[in-house]
């Protein structure tokens, strides 16, 4: 699916992996 081809790519940077799951974490708390 897109969505887990885009994943696929987005996981292969680890900076823009800690950004996302810093926004993730934003958004949840």
């Known amino acids: ?3 887990s081809a885009f994943t696929g790519e987005f996981l292969k ?3 823009t ?3 996302f ?5 934003t ?3």
């Open 1 to 3: 699916t897109t969505t």
């Open 13 to 15: 940077s680890n900076s």
């Open 17 to 19: 992996r800690q950004e």
């Open 21 to 25: 799951m810093h926004l993730i974490g």
């Open 27 to 29: 958004k949840l708390s």
